[in-house]
């Protein structure tokens, strides 16, 4: 069974652009590893300043290899101090799973 995650970030309002940017750049790189099944960012429609991962990967295995590419610690760097609070991840279950 694959592993889904949902992740939110709460913008800082004048990053939000130079961080769209760095999500952008991250997806594109990402979508390019072989356990990646799905791995979309988008803006919330309520709240501008909200972006939220869309992930799906293959095992656990893939995660931990996707967290140690350079582009994942080019991510982070250019995301600094960009977030008002940490995100918020979800690891996502089947209701009555």
Request: charged share 30%; proline share 4%.
């Amino acid at each position: 069974m694959s592993i889904e995650i949902t992740v939110l970030f709460d913008v800082v309002p004048d990053r939000t652009e130079q961080a769209a940017d760095a999500f952008a750049r991250l997806c594109a790189e990402t979508r390019e590893e072989e356990g990646a099944l799905r791995f979309d960012a988008f803006r919330s429609a309520e709240h501008d300043h909200v972006i939220v991962l869309v992930e799906e990967w293959a095992d656990q295995a893939a995660i931990d290899l996707h967290m140690k590419q350079e582009y994942v610690a080019a991510f982070l760097a250019a995301t600094d101090g960009a977030f008002v609070r940490p995100p918020s991840v979800h690891r996502l279950r089947p209701l009555g799973a």
